[in-house]
């Protein structure tokens, strides 16, 4: 029911900045708590960012607090990943996720999301 596309990946320099975007098809986004994972060679799918519907509550993996922002404007229907002061280590594929259950607190577990984005490929060079 809900679609989401990706864009905004890319190569970039390490201590670069690239901004992601999540295109929701559907008009009940608003209400729903809006995730970024990433997943890079080798390794599982992590959790990088969330935010719950009203965009005045957001969580952040450690690897990425204070270089990362997530963001949301519900009347566009889009999430946003700001990433800054990009690592080597970001690279990966970074996928949107929506997760349309009410919980007491953000999501960060894959099964705990209902519908995916197909991913966006991030890759800093250093």
């Known amino acids: 029911q809900v679609q989401l596309v990706e864009s905004g990946g890319g190569l970039v320099q390490a201590g670069g900045s690239l901004r992601l975007s999540c295109a929701a098809s559907?008009?009940?986004?608003?209400?729903?708590?809006m995730g970024w994972f990433r997943q890079a060679p080798g390794k599982e799918r992590e959790f990088v960012a969330g935010?719950?519907?009203?965009?005045?509550?957001?969580d952040y993996a450690d690897s990425v607090k204070g270089r990362f922002t997530i963001s949301r404007d519900n009347a566009k229907n889009t999430v946003y990943l700001q990433m800054n002061s990009l690592k080597p280590e970001d690279t990966a594929v970074y996928y949107c996720?929506?997760?349309?259950?009410?919980?007491?607190?953000?999501?960060?577990?894959?099964?705990?999301?209902?519908?995916w984005g197909q991913g966006t490929q991030v890759t800093v060079s250093s």
């Open positions: 996720a929506a997760d349309g259950r009410l919980r007491p607190r953000i999501a960060t577990m894959t099964y705990e999301y209902q519908y």
């Open positions: 559907e008009r009940t986004f608003s209400r729903y708590t």
């Open positions: 935010i719950i519907w009203s965009g005045g509550g957001t």
